[in-house]
Every structure is written in structure tokens, then in C-alpha cells.
């Protein structure tokens, strides 16, 4: 199919769309795609901004055999309800799903619905993560694909019954536009002045300290503390060359941003919350982490000491205890290796179990993300004790950090990851999120260096990591 073809299709898909709406009563999503020319992903996502900002969206899957990115919102999904909003999202996207006319390819184009949560609805919204509501998905009206070196466009629209309906120049346009690949080298100027602000670590640390207390009387057995750090630039953080950066040196990780109108969520997070795949759910326990070494040797030294370190192997078992018995009330059966291995990123090696299982009948994928957020390697156990204990301790509002973020299509296949080596752009601010698993015998500076270096993917490739500081 041709560009030009693209617009013939749509309009008869349009012309049967607008029929149904007719009969329903009510609103239709109608889909068609076609395959398009390599195109430069990050360069589409900063398209027309002033047109599309707040409404585009950013996903690349570790290995970057698929990639998404979409521009501007056909329909949103929002739920008021704290406690059923996994529910709401999921009953909604069915409903559309069940009426919707798709003319697809293949099962990574047509509608995708992209989003994700808020870490935990019940704490106070601050005004930074002020543009994300505690549940936020979208359709976008265009979105690339690009799945095994092949690309394809989805154009998407929204039909209302009697909507009379005006020739949409906008797509011929984009497809004429569509920005050529680029030298993967070519990145933008660094700043020239950075400010980097600690936000009251001593009085993170103090927690650490009050977190292990507990543990070690018996109150819980592990609970994750998170913290942040501040950036102030000269000039507004450009999320196209966080994407570019992050794409380049963060290749085993999920980079995503999800843009707001007046602001950006994005990351290279290496933790995969859920994949659903026909009947298959995929997950996997990371928990457990050192730095990596400055030569071959150093590298397997540190890796050797984190295969026998009996505080990381203690913390990582409870993380893979509790999904594993997340996983078998949603499988029918559940397939665990007996240890971990260790996964190898740019700047972090941490301790890993794939875990799998055959998906019970009727068990959605929406289910499975609530089943499981937060794991233990996020929030800590027994859960709801833990969250009690963050909330009280951590005395922010983590916003998306650390929650599930992610897509489904039509088939009710998809992938959750947890939002982890992230930060929030504003502007000209900066808020990055790190955070550790906390077990009775933690030491509070122990844990506090092993945050610094979580925060450094980000650091790097917001071309902070030589900037003045204040603590």
C-alpha cells in the first residue's frame, strides 16, 4: 500500500466506521494502517510539538526489535476510582476493543493503548507530578511502528453517529514529513550550567536506619525507600535528546516517555513487570545490584560477590517468592529457575529470575499488573505493611516512579515494565528517582551509595554527571 493509498483505505474505513456509530448510538474507533520507509524515531516524537505536546508517547522494548511512538490522543481512558482503577481500564478498553473497525498488519500495529499508574494512588499528589493522574491511558491519533527493522504507520479515528466529517489534510502531510534516519551519533549540545540538588539525603538515610529497626523487630521483612535528586539547567531539558542518549547507551532496558502538557515523564528501566503473549505471561525478579567493575576482571569479581552475598541473595528470594505466588493464582502453572543470574546493564549488574506461566482462562493482563505491583524489588513484604512504612518514611509523592507503565493492543496482548531509573522533566527542572531494598542488616550509607549509582543513567543522559552540587 502506497501513502497516497492510505487515505483511500481510511476513508472507507471511515464510511463503514461512521455506519456502525449510526446504528450503535455511539462512538467508534476506527484503525488502518500502512507500512512505511525507515524513519528516525526520537526526531517523530519532537513532530509538530507545539501540536502534539502532552500527548505523545515513547517505548522501546530491551534489544529495540519494537518500538512505538504515537502523537496526539484519539480518546483517553481516566479512572476516579482508587481502588477498582485496574478494573475500569480494563472493562473500558474492552468495550472500545469489542466495536472497534482495525484493518492491521500485524499485532504490533492498529490501536494501542498506552499508559500506565500512579505507584500509590493513596498518597497526596505533589504539584511536580501534577499533570499524571493516578490512572492515564491513550490512543494515539498516529503512531510508528518499527518491528524487526520493518516500519508501519497507524492512523486512527474516532467516529461519532451524524458526525459530519471534513478531508483531514493532517496525515497526508505527516507521511510527506516523516523525518529520515539520522546519525545515532549526533546528540545536542550539553548545557552549559547545571545545578544538582540533593534532597534531604541525611533525612533519607535517618529513614534507612528507622526502616531496618523495624525489620529487624519483626515488623516487616523487606521495604523498598526511594529518594530523589534535582536538576536546575539553564535552558529546558529537551526530551528528544534524553531519548537518543538513553536509546543509545541503555540498550537491555525499556526507554519510554510519556508527555504531559506541561511536562515529561522518562527512563531506561531494565525491570519488566508483565508480558502477555497469547496464553504466556512473562515476568521477572530483579532485585539485588553492584556496580559494574572497570575491567573484565573487576566486572566478574563484582558479579561473583553478588551471586554469593547473603544479604542481596536474601533480598532478591523474597521478591521471587512473592511473584511466583502472584503468578500461580493467575497460571496454571508457573516455571522458576532455582537461581538467579546476573544481568549485565551500561553502569549496574543486578540479580535476575525470568519467571513464566500458562494464563488461567479469563484472567486479563490488566489483572496481572495489579496482582503483582508493587513486587517486593518495589515496594517490600508483606505489601501492604510495606506501602504503610513508605508512606510514612519516604515523605514524597513517588508520582509514576516505580509504577506500571505500558501497552496493550487489541488482542489483549501487551507489556507493563516498572517506571525505575526515571526522572520527571520540567522545563529547565529535573527530578530523578532512585531507590534500594531495605532488610535488617542495611547500612544506611551502604544504601545510599548503592542509590547514587542507580541514578546515574539518568545523570548521564541528562548530562549531569559533572555539575555543580548542594546538598
Avoid at 494502517?33 to 517505548?59: C, K
Avoid at 529518594?227 to 525499556?254: I, P, W
Avoid at 502538557?261 to 513487570?273: D, H, I, K, M, Y
Amino acid at each position: 500500500m502506497t501513502y497516497s493509498m492510505l487515505s483511500t483505505s481510511m476513508n472507507a474505513l471511515v464510511k463503514e466506521g461512521k455506519a456502525k456509530a449510526e446504528r450503535l448510538g455511539k462512538q467508534v474507533l476506527v484503525s488502518s494502517v500502512i507500512e512505511i520507509n525507515q524513519t528516525d524515531l526520537p526526531a517523530f516524537f519532537s513532530y509538530q510539538e507545539h501540536m502534539y505536546r502532552g500527548n505523545r508517547f515513547y517505548w522501546s522494548e530491551p534489544g529495540r526489535a519494537l518500538t512505538y511512538v504515537g502523537l496526539g490522543a484519539v480518546l483517553t481512558i481516566e479512572a476516579d476510582d482508587k481502588q477498582n482503577r485496574f478494573k475500569y481500564v480494563d472493562s473500558k478498553w474492552k468495550a472500545i476493543v469489542d466495536d472497534a473497525i482495525v484493518d492491521k498488519p500485524s499485532p504490533y500495529t492498529g490501536p494501542i493503548l498506552f499508559g500506565g499508574f500512579s505507584f500509590d494512588p493513596q498518597i497526596e499528589q505533589s504539584e511536580k507530578w501534577s499533570d499524571f493522574a493516578h490512572t492515564s491511558f491513550a490512543v494515539p491519533k498516529f503512531m510508528i511502528t518499527a518491528h524487526d527493522g520493518r516500519y508501519y504507520m497507524t492512523s486512527n479515528q474516532l467516529i461519532a453517529p451524524n458526525e459530519e466529517r471534513a478531508e483531514d489534510a493532517e496525515l497526508d502531510r505527516l507521511l510527506s514529513e516523516l523525518p529520515p534516519l539520522v546519525d545515532s551519533e549526533v546528540l545536542d549540545a550539553p548545557h552549559d550550567s547545571m545545578i544538582h540538588e540533593e534532597i534531604a539525603p541525611s533525612d533519607w538515610m535517618t529513614a534507612v536506619e528507622q526502616a531496618a529497626a523495624s525489620i529487624r523487630e519483626g515488623n516487616l521483612e523487606k521495604v523498598v525507600l526511594a529518594r530523589t535528586v534535582m536538576l536546575q539547567s539553564d535552558e529546558a531539558f529537551r526530551t528528544e535528546a534524553v531519548l537518543r542518549s538513553l536509546l543509545k547507551e541503555q540498550l537491555n532496558t525499556y526507554v519510554f516517555a510519556i508527555d504531559k502538557p506541561n511536562s515529561c515523564f522518562v527512563g531506561a528501566t531494565p525491570e519488566r513487570l508483565i508480558r502477555r503473549e497469547g496464553q504466556q505471561l512473562l515476568t521477572l525478579s530483579l532485585a539485588g545490584s553492584v556496580a559494574r567493575g572497570q575491567t573484565s576482571q573487576e566486572d566478574e569479581e563484582l558479579a561473583s560477590f553478588l551471586r554469593h552475598d547473603l544479604k542481596n541473595l536474601h533480598e532478591h528470594r523474597l521478591a521471587v517468592d512473592m511473584i511466583v505466588a502472584a503468578m500461580q493464582q493467575l497460571c496454571v502453572h508457573v516455571d522458576a529457575p532455582d537461581a538467579p543470574i546476573i544481568r549485565k546493564l551500561k553502569d549496574i549488574q543486578h540479580l535476575a529470575t525470568p519467571i513464566k506461566g500458562k494464563v488461567k482462562e479469563g484472567v486479563s493482563l490488566l489483572q496481572a499488573v495489579e496482582a503483582l505491583h508493587p513486587t517486593p524489588a518495589l515496594g517490600g513484604m508483606p505489601r501492604e505493611r510495606a506501602l504503610e512504612a513508605i508512606r510514612t518514611l519516604e515523605q514524597m509523592d513517588r508520582g509514576w516512579y516505580a509504577a506500571p507503565i505500558g501497552w496493550m493492543n487489541t488482542d489483549s496482548d501487551g507489556e507493563f515494565a516498572a517506571a525505575i531509573r526515571s526522572a520527571l522533566l520540567r522545563e529547565e527542572l529535573a527530578y530523578l528517582f532512585a531507590g534500594c531494598g531495605i532488610v535488617g542488616d542495611s547500612e544506611p550509607l551502604s544504601e545510599y551509595k548503592e542509590t547514587s549509582l542507580k541514578f546515574t543513567p539518568m545523570l548521564k543522559a541528562l548530562d549531569a554527571l559533572h555539575t555543580s552540587s548542594k546538598q
